[in-house]
């Protein structure tokens, strides 16, 4: 077969989620396929972070403003190649191609009422362009794929689609993250310079509930004999100190430590450095982090909605992610209780085997091959 895969962001230096999904499933595909065709359909960028193999072919072509890729260049380029299929890796998709297309949908948060508005530029204009295209991109899929068992119900209840048109596959974490002997205190130092502390991703996206989260570190800090430091990732220092001041908690400023990017090699060090890993969403499709911190041995605090409980587990710790009060009361149980916190490190480092890259492009191939 001949199967071209949309990854257009994966040569951007500083990727994230969907990227890392494509390109780790794209590699393991490349290991385990040696009889299919495959054209990986990418921009330009700096991070070369994929090779040709013989039956791999890297196609690069610009402009790289998004929309304009997708709806006019890439189906430019498909119709160059005529693929068989083309399988769409990050929500949206050419509104007009000929080519059986597979769609991987993470979620349809974007069809959803938001619980407030980004502050990010950058995430709003993706937040309409797939409001304004993906209800019309669904009605063209031969196949949609998600990431989790809880997903793939509210995609199908919300969208009105048939068994056979929806299916979800697990993601995996990368075999980088693990647990280390002792992490490298340069590379923390680089983002933070205590030697114990919190850590939590909490950009300006709503859903992941950094406002909430905040007042939860306060409750944490006055009532904690250690006041351990927070480190949040993915968020600039001037937004941090708006929402302080609006949520009239400027004097956490000290124990606060934010960064815009932490580079994904140096990710295993920030885990592993990490007393506890906060992952105190409203609403999540999948989840990685929570796999890449339990395979550091970090435990994880995590919210008790959407997929969070099905990808952490039954043994898992959770926490209402409304419920500032609630997140703060397992932040010190993690604390004060030592046999809690050991139990959770053995669990983590079980819990995140069950799910890894190899099984996950074993799933899309199936997927592929079934269009022979």
Known sequence: ????????????????????????????????????????????????????TANFHIVKFGPPF?????????????????????HCT????????????????????????????????????????RKLFVPRIIKKCRKIITVSAFESERIKRFLNLSEEKITYIYNGYNSHFKKLKSPDRKIISKYIRTEEYIFFLGNTDPKKNL??????YAIYHKESESKLPLLIADLDENILDSVLRKNSLAELRNDITCVRYIENKDLTHIYNGASIFLYTSLRESFGIPMLESMACGTPVIAGNTSSMPEILGVKGIFADPYNPDEIASKMLLLEKNKKIYSDQIEYGLERCEEFSWEETAKGLREIYVSFK
């Open 90 to 129: 990050s929500n949206t998709a050419p509104l007009f191609c000929e080519i059986p297309l597979v769609l991987t949908l993470h979620d349809i948060i974007f069809l959803e009422p938001r619980s407030g508005k980004s502050k990010s530029l950058y995430q709003n204009m993706g937040w309409y362009y």
């Open 66 to 86: 998004y929309p304009v890729w997708e709806q006019i260049s890439l189906p430019r380029m498909l119709r160059k190649i005529k693929p068989d299929i083309l």
């Open 211 to 216: 406002e909430r989260t905040l007042h939860a």
């Open 1 to 52: 077969m001949k199967i071209a895969i949309e990854a257009q962001r994966i040569f951007r230096k500083n990727k994230h989620g969907m990227d890392f999904v494509a390109l780790e499933s794209i590699k393991e595909l490349q290991r385990i396929d040696k009889e299919n065709e495959y054209y990986i359909l990418v921009a330009p960028g700096d991070d070369i972070c994929l090779e040709e």
